[in-house]
């Protein structure tokens, strides 16, 4: 349970007397002097975004202007209501599969805090730092209020979604009272269990917050980009997701989003490199709540508007771009090689593009690569629903629809979980899936990445599982074909082959791929070769429109199975 925090593995490529911050009572420190070596400081999160400002602004990266509040600070107020010993007396024994004692813990330990007022002096130091942010600004900032605790966003272990996450936060008042929930957040039931599952000592754990000038993506777009293909862990492409407004329903999964794919190689050479554009529902955006009951409020997008790409071909080329120069970075940074998982926002006043957080992915970069496992199903049977999948293994069991997060106590270990969407606190529930299925979601929300690190497969973005799937029903949840995951009605056989690839030998001649389906280059890229290509042309076309070429022939007269004429099919093709 004592596993370090304070260092995220190689950092010896840091000048870490520059800018070095004098630690003495720092309860705030401006982001621009923050370094990856001040995690202990000021947490994973805020040195990422220190550290962007400091290196990558050169390169073009524009991170927002804001502060942090130190682990300094949290300790301070911790200590200066005694809160340590009530701490750990709640968290004593705790038993992180006991879904409702996680819970109930979890409230108390949240409520302590959220009783507890602010040391008078540190109260003043925060305020002291957002008037400075507003003087700046020349107005009262909306600031967004991000938690970032010393054991996130690291090399082997990400945290994603643990703390939260407060956004258009307006006035002094509402400052102090976003901060207090931010630090009651170490102590959700997501976060304590993913800190039991990992090893780290609770009350070793500090929280620093992130204080960040908003950026108006609620009148434009945001999203989450990686610098590789999260799926399969092929190196050479950047995956971005986007959609309208505030980049929180992206992240938690509350509606499906565009998807761009960029070829890193050829972009570096100066080419337009995008490979793919996939059009999500993108049927809400979150933006400001100007009536001011909320901070922030859901609005219907228009019919017309989520029929268009919510990133133009400039925006998305250019984040490529960033992701690149983010990863190339880091990984001198670290002395190996290291994937980023990014979130963008683009402002819809300036019309710039801002980077608002930064850590290495954990998944596919944690992977051994020298042991290549393949799923196959042996069997086939209906196929009940279709959605994006996650991860590339096969997962069988019984369905059981949850449709709200009070109704967990009947879920029984090894079903299948069912609902409409997930976010960081069903991870402990996901633990004991044996496959995941919602019908919201894609493919970079945290349910996503969650149920990566877990090792289950998921389909999301499924659209209605909820309402096609009933509780009891026997399944098998396939995600080992392609990027559209499957789910097969019964409990399918399956085989799994492993092959150590050090042990392969390699021959003389090169070793040329030519694969029919697009969606598989990626996965196939990972066998030893000397290259894959795209056998013929018809076949990226039939697997995009999911029709015969021939179909064009015949538009007129192109029907479904029930007779009747196929409009789905001919607006594909049109």
Known sequence: MNQPIDTPQKISSIDKSKNKIDTDQTWTVWLDKIKLTDISLVGGKNASLGEMMQNLNTLGVKVPHGFAVTTLAYRQFIASANLNQKLSYILTDLDPQNVDDLFHRSSLAQALILETSFPTELEETIKLAYRQLCEQYGYEVDVAVRSSATAEDLPNASFAGQQETYLNVCGEQSLLKSCQKCFASLFTA???????????????????????????????????????????????????????????????????????????????????????????????????????????????????????????????????????????????????????????????????????????????????????????????????????SVGDTIGQGKVRVIEDFQSIEHFQDGEVLVTQRTDPDWEPLMQRASALITDQGGRVCHAAIIARELGIPAIVGTGNSTEILKTGTEVTVDCAEAEEGQVYQGLLSFKIDETVLENLPRPRTQLMMNVGNPEQAFRLAAIPNDGVGLARLEFIIANHIKAHPLALLNYPNLKTAEGEFDSDLCAKLE
């Open 190 to 388: 997501r976060a304590i269990s993913y800190r039991q599952n990992q090893g780290f000592d609770h009350s070793e754990v500090a929280l620093s917050i992130g204080i960040q000038k908003m950026v108006r993506s609620d009148l434009a777009s945001s999203g989450v980009m990686f610098s590789l293909d999260p799926e399969t862990g092929f190196r050479n492409a950047v995956l971005i997701s986007a959609a309208y407004g505030l980049g929180e329903n992206v992240v938690q999964g509350t509606i499906n989003p565009d998807e761009y794919m960029v070829f890193k190689p050829a972009l570096q050479q100066g080419f337009d490199a995008i490979l793919s554009k996939k059009l999500g529902s993108k049927r809400l955006k979150l933006v400001y709540d100007l009536d001011h009951v909320k901070s922030t409020k859901n609005l219907p997008v228009p019919k017309s508007e989520q029929q268009q790409f919510a990133l133009n071909d400039q925006d998305i080329l250019q984040l490529a771009r960033w992701a690149c120069s983010i990863e190339e970075y880091y990984s001198q940074v670290y002395e190996s090689y290291t994937p980023m998982d990014i979130e963008w926002a683009k402002d819809g006043m300036t019309g710039e593009l801002f980077i608002v957080q930064s850590r290495p992915e954990t998944v596919q970069s944690q992977k051994t690569q020298n042991v290549l496992r393949n799923y196959q199903l042996q069997d086939y049977s209906q196929v009940l629903v279709t959605g994006c």
